[in-house]
């Protein structure tokens, strides 16, 4: 049985589960989130926390509960603290502005990007940083990733965006390479 799908889901003071057949709701002080279970999978409450059990004992069913216990922690983090990413821009003029939900990318192309951002992404940029936050950790992601692939980080000078903790392989130039 999957070893992470074992473990409790701790519900911190000021967090609401609703769980309603395979439907699960969950609410806090930074706002509320949703999602469907999967139909072999049920939400046992006990003691102030949430236990994953499998309706049956097949090898799938046990793979999908600890994903499923892993996305309800992150449902019950993001509604009480939220979530962070940020993002680095790296090169000479490459720069970052945000405007009514709208992140204008200025990163070596003839013309600027605008990349508008979902709903329930906010953005700030100072500087070179560009710092994402949400409550929804898959949305949050996917924006960065997005974002990212506008201009990926080349090896050669490292210039792009990259996530901030990402290390860039440097390669050797041709003029070294001699």
Excluded: W
């Amino acid at each position: 049985m999957s070893r992470i799908g074992k473990q409790p889901i701790p519900v911190p003071k000021g967090v609401k589960v609703d769980v309603k057949g395979s439907h699960v709701k969950v609410t806090g002080p930074q706002g509320t989130l949703e999602r469907d279970i999967r139909p072999e999978i049920e939400l046992v409450e006990s003691e102030g926390q949430y236990l994953v059990k499998c309706r049956d004992n097949s090898k799938r069913t046990n793979a999908f509960s600890g994903l499923t216990r892993t996305l309800i922690d992150n449902m019950v983090v993001g509604v009480d603290k939220g979530f962070q990413k940020k993002l680095t821009v790296e090169g000479v003029g490459y720069k970052a502005s945000v405007a009514n939900n709208v992140l204008t990318l200025n990163v070596g192309y003839s013309h600027p990007v605008e990349f508008v951002l979902p709903v329930d992404v906010k953005a700030s940029v100072e500087k070179s940083n560009i710092t994402l936050e949400s409550i929804d950790k898959e949305l949050l992601g996917l924006t960065a990733a997005r974002i990212r692939q506008v201009r990926k980080p080349e090896p050669y000078k490292g210039k792009g965006i990259r996530y901030e903790n990402e290390r860039i392989v440097r390669k050797v130039g041709k003029a070294a390479g001699k």
